[in-house]
């Protein structure tokens, strides 16, 4: 099957600085990768959708300033988030797909990862 | 509004019996129904996609079944490694390939 991976699995940090979480799609191209944060008990939320080479899609709601995405290759999607504070704290998870839309399309997600800003 | 809703939020099973979770969208020209598997502290894990209605997926003690209106995941003769959440989520007709989740159902398989 269709592996995603994330690094870092778990980050502390302090309030104030930027964290990178780097999501690689390992055996399959991915052309659109999405970005989710979960909260506990609670189900997936979509924060951004990013097509290689194209600036991501932002859902209603999520600052592009402070969630900034890179997706430079069809591998790789990167999301730093600027100025940690500890609302930030969360699990971030990213998915990757080959296509766009298309039937046959599957979101494939990686392991997540543990966001702690004190 | 494209919605996708998710029932019991939680089921506690004895190992063995039988049982079904439920998934009931309102997703504007479905263009496939998912279901993952989620476990406490990791990403969701792909189990079936569904099209049609009519259409029946299986993979182990799992069956996914799809109506025009909601979805089926049957659980056979569960056991406690089958205890994790399950997520629905619909894809709408608009081509941006965005999943509308469901809030989960949480199973339990005790021994």
């Known amino acids: 099957g269709a592996v995603v991976s994330q690094h870092p699995s778990r980050v502390i940090c302090k309030s104030g600085t930027s964290v990178k979480i780097e999501c690689r799609s390992l055996?399959?191209?991915?052309?659109?990768m999405f970005w989710y944060r979960q909260f506990p008990k609670q189900s997936l939320m979509l924060m951004a959708t990013?097509?290689?080479?194209?600036?991501?899609?932002?859902e209603q709601g999520v600052e592009k300033d402070k969630f900034l995405i890179n997706h430079a290759s069809l591998t790789l999607s990167t999301l730093t988030v600027t100025s940690a504070h500890p609302e930030d704290s969360s699990f971030y998870i990213c998915?990757?797909?080959?296509?766009?839309?298309?039937?046959?399309?599957?979101?494939?997600f990686g392991p997540g990862t543990r966001l702690t800003v004190l | 509004e494209d919605q996708v809703t998710q029932s019991p939020e939680a089921l506690r099973l004895q190992e063995g019996e039988s049982s079904s979770l439920n998934c009931s969208y309102t997703?504007?020209?479905?263009?496939?129904l998912f279901w993952y598997r989620q476990d406490p502290g990791k990403g969701p894990e792909f189990l079936f996609t569904?099209?049609?209605a009519g259409e029946e997926k299986e993979k182990e003690r799992l069956k996914a079944t799809l109506t025009k209106k909601e979805s089926f995941l049957h659980i056979t003769a569960p056991k406690p490694e089958d205890s994790a959440t399950y997520l629905c989520?619909?894809?709408?007709?608009?081509?941006?390939?965005?999943?509308?989740f469901g809030q989960g159902t949480t199973l339990q398989v005790k021994p």
């Open positions: 998915s990757a797909s080959e296509t766009a839309g298309g039937r046959g399309d599957t979101q494939y």
């Open positions: 055996d399959f191209q991915a052309t659109t």
């Open positions: 990013s097509n290689e080479g194209s600036k991501a899609t932002y």
């Open positions: 997703v504007s020209g479905l263009r496939g």
């Open positions: 569904l099209y049609s």
């Open positions: 989520a619909g894809r709408a007709s608009s081509n941006t390939g965005k999943l509308i």
